[in-house]
């Protein structure tokens, strides 16, 4: 079990990266709010800016995924609406530092897997471990 661990992180990262894809790709197309937070994402955060850049080609390609990162990320967002159309600079800031509800932690959960979860699958694949022949065969 203990040689497959850097596989395991691996499919987390990958399945974190497209949860991410999916739900912040949908962000600009939030009704009332969408440029407004995109516009934020693309000045304070670089890593909510490639989400949304990377997902929304995803989300575009599929558009089941589009409807469930947009209904996603509604129910995440939606007590914080008010308080982005009022101040839109605050978008990011509200987004990353507050919990409105179960979905938007989660959400905030998975924002940050991804880098979390990629120097873990450095780690465990330097660690992994290697097999040893002692007697060589020619």
């Known amino acids: 079990m203990r ?4 596989t395991i992180a691996l499919a987390l990262l990958v399945l974190a990266l497209l949860l991410d894809f999916v739900l912040w790709g949908a962000v600009p197309d939030l009704e009332g709010v969408g440029a407004q937070i995109a ?29 469930f990162g947009t209904g996603v990320m509604t129910d ?16 990011m800031d509200l987004i990353l ?25 450095a780690i465990l694949f330097v660690l992994r471990p290697k097999q040893v022949k002692l007697i060589r065969s020619r």
């Open 3 to 6: 040689r497959h661990l850097h």
């Open 39 to 67: 516009r934020s994402a693309h000045a304070e955060a670089i890593l909510a800016s490639t989400y949304m850049g990377l997902g929304s080609y995803l989300d575009a390609a599929v558009s089941g995924l589009h409807a």
């Open 76 to 91: 995440a967002l939606t007590p914080g609406f008010a308080r982005i159309i009022e101040d839109p600079n605050v978008a």
């Open 97 to 121: 530092n507050s919990s409105f509800n179960g979905t938007h932690v989660w959400v905030k959960n998975l924002y940050w897997a991804p880098p979390i979860l990629l120097v873990i699958y």
